[in-house]
């Protein structure tokens, strides 16, 4: 049972403009979201995160936006530059004993064209 | 302060050996996780190991078994390799206190033939 969707594969986007990225999730009891960006050969980096307590989130070009009634979880990149390129993960966190325990999405690979 | 460290970066094994991988965690952070990543199923949760016990748990069948060292590092043995294995192993390291973010390796890619 995947918790944690997302449905879009891949994202073409032209440079400068704005790329949105979605995931939904199905667990209520999701108190943390984060979203990773992994380029081939390297592992997942952390790029934002956002509380299940506020509803959006903001570092630089980077915005994340949380519905929590819609269980929908958006990464907005504005303006999206090349070096954006790669694919994005998010992912929810739960608390389960004293751990938290993180569920990847699918991942969707974003292109940025010139 | 030097990143998480993975090794081997590549290794190809044949059905029914078996594999382990090694993991060094960012220097203070004591707890690690193991993550299989497939094409078309994301990052699918192994285990996590905190203070050299193992907190929780993916679904994953017995072959797949790991430990933590009381340096944090971290092994992750598979045996019984089967081709289904094959994929890219990554793990991730974190305080493992109130911390919600992992710091990922470069992973193993890890062949089965």
């Known amino acids: 049972d995947q918790q944690v969707k997302q449905n879009s594969p891949s994202l073409s986007v032209q440079e400068g403009r704005i790329s949105i990225l979605n995931c939904d999730y199905t667990?209520?009891?999701?108190?943390?979201f984060l979203w990773y960006k992994k380029y081939p050969a390297e592992g997942p980096t952390f790029l934002i995160s956002?509380?299940?307590?506020?509803d959006k989130n903001e570092d630089g070009r980077f915005t994340v936006f949380l519905n929590k009634s819609a269980k929908h979880l958006s990464l907005h990149i504005v303006p999206s530059q090349p070096g954006d390129s790669a694919v994005y993960f998010c992912?929810?966190?739960?608390?389960?004993?004293?751990?938290?325990?993180?569920?990847f999405g699918t991942g969707t690979r974003l292109q940025v064209t010139l | 302060k030097a990143g998480v460290t993975q090794t081997p970066r590549y290794l190809i094994k044949t059905r029914g050996q078996q594999v382990t991988l090694s993991c060094s965690p960012i220097?203070?952070?004591?707890?690690v996780s193991w993550y299989q990543q497939t094409p078309g199923q994301g990052l699918q949760f192994l285990f996590e190991?905190?203070?050299?016990?193992?907190?929780n748990k993916g679904n994953f069948p017995g072959r797949f078994s790991g430990r933590q060292f009381s340096n944090s590092r971290s092994e992750m043995n598979v045996s019984t390799l089967e081709l289904g294995d094959s994929a890219l192993y990554l793990c991730?390291?974190?305080?493992?206190?109130?911390?919600?973010?992992?710091?990922f390796g470069p992973g193993t890619r890890l062949t089965v033939t």
């Open positions: 991730a390291s974190s305080l493992g206190t109130t911390s919600y973010e992992q710091y």
């Open positions: 667990n209520s009891m999701f108190d943390y």
């Open positions: 956002i509380s299940s307590i506020k």
């Open positions: 992912a929810a966190s739960l608390w389960v004993g004293t751990a938290s325990k993180l569920t």
């Open positions: 220097s203070g952070h004591r707890s």
């Open positions: 190991y905190f203070s050299e016990t193992q907190r």
